[in-house]
T-cell receptor, first 115, second 113 residues
Framework: DSGVTQTPKHLITATGQRVTLRCSPR?????VYWYQQSLDQGLQFLIQ???????AKGNILERFSAQQFPDLHSELNLSSLELGDSALYFC??????????????FGPGTRLLVL | GDSVTQMEGPVTLSEEAFLTINCTYT??????LFWYVQYPGEGLQLLLK?????DKGSNKGFEATYRKETTSFHLEKGSVQVSDSAVYFC????????????FGTGTQLKVEL
């Protein structure tokens, strides 16, 4: 158990809908990362937050957005869903020291299926 | 940009066989290198890491050495077990780039009795 929790574990929805994925980082970690794992794209970094502020952005679609709240949990919002958004979405956390290499600890993931 | 290349899978081995999974990288800075493992139906677990050239990461009998001259970080284990069956991901992060991880495509390992 990494200490990172993600809810829900599974999500089934229809095209055009909007969903919210939730992540709680390990106790003491200030940085949260979101990754998407799909069959065609592999594991890709989406976005990183540090203590409530966006720190880095990767291959995140404009239909997707994220935020980190004062209690440090994070939410990834996916809207106008398409079939191709079906994937496993991982959250990871780390302490968040700037400019220092850190180990990221991953949650169990949320499996999204868009029908 | 940064990238990681791993050998294609699946790799099928008999129990107690020697394992090598090749990984090479391209990076502009001085990255840290990682191997993560994903067991069926689970999330990613850090297996081992190395933060500078010539460092050797090791864990649970797995080893990998950070080779700057060949830009490689090959994963090895002397004697695999059925319980090692999983997908293995090589990854890099650059602290100067905010620590985001860049992953390889993953290599599935199947170990048979």
């Amino acid at each position: 158990d990494s200490g990172v929790t993600q809810t829900p574990k599974h999500l089934i929805t229809a095209t055009g809908q909007r969903v919210t994925l939730r992540c709680s980082p390990r106790s003491g970690d200030l940085s949260v990362y979101w990754y998407q794992q799909s069959l065609d794209q592999g594991l890709q970094f989406l976005i990183q937050y540090y203590n409530g502020e966006e720190r880095a952005k990767g291959n995140i679609l404009e239909r997707f957005s994220a935020q980190q709240f004062p209690d440090l949990h994070s939410e990834l919002n996916l809207s106008s869903l398409e079939l191709g958004d079906s994937a496993l979405y991982f959250c990871a956390s780390s302490v968040g020291h700037l400019g220092v290499e850190e180990t990221q600890y991953f949650g169990p993931g949320t499996r999204l299926l868009v029908l | 940009g940064d990238s990681v290349t791993q050998m294609e899978g699946p790799v099928t081995l008999s129990e107690e066989a020697f394992l090598t999974i090749n990984c090479t990288y391209t990076a502009t800075g001085y990255p840290s290198l990682f191997w993560y493992v994903q067991y069926p139906g689970e999330g990613l677990q850090l297996l081992l890491k190395a933060t500078k050239a010539d460092d050797k990461g090791s864990n649970k009998g797995f080893e990998a050495t950070y080779r700057k001259e060949t830009t490689s970080f090959h994963l090895e284990k002397g004697s695999v077990q059925v319980s090692d069956s999983a997908v293995y991901f090589c990854a890099l992060s650059d602290a100067g780039g905010g620590n985001k991880l860049t992953f390889g495509t993953g290599t599935q390992l199947k170990v048979e009795l």
